[in-house]
């Protein structure tokens, strides 16, 4: 079973991590890399924003996935860590 805080934690991570970044241009490239890792439209994108969609563990590590590629092996950052 989902708990409600749970989901609603993964969005808020999320959405932090979203709105940190500098500019439209910059989300609209990391939005459609993870829409087209986890083979979802835009609009499950923002459900999973709005926290309406749970993020489940596979999805949660193809966004980490995603938002890690460039970095060093070690220094990777779980958005979702608590």
């Given at each position: 079973?989902?708990?409600y805080?749970?989901?609603k934690?993964?969005a808020?991570?999320l959405?932090?991590w979203?709105?940190?970044?500098?500019?439209?241009k910059?989300?609209?490239?990391e939005?459609?890399?993870?829409n087209?890792?986890?083979a979802?439209s835009?609009d499950?994108?923002?459900?999973?924003?709005?926290?309406r969609?749970?993020?489940?563990?596979?999805?949660?590590?193809?966004?980490?996935?995603?938002?890690?590629?460039?970095?060093?092996?070690?220094?990777?950052?779980?958005?979702f860590?608590?």
């Open positions: 079973m989902i708990s805080e749970e989901k934690r993964r808020d991570c959405r932090r979203y709105f940190h970044l500098r500019g439209y910059a989300r609209s490239v939005r459609r890399r993870i087209q890792k986890l979802i835009n499950n994108f923002y459900k999973m924003l709005e926290g969609t749970y993020i489940n563990d596979q999805r949660a590590k193809v966004i980490n996935d995603v938002i890690n590629r460039h970095c060093i092996a070690g220094l990777e950052w779980d958005i860590a608590n």
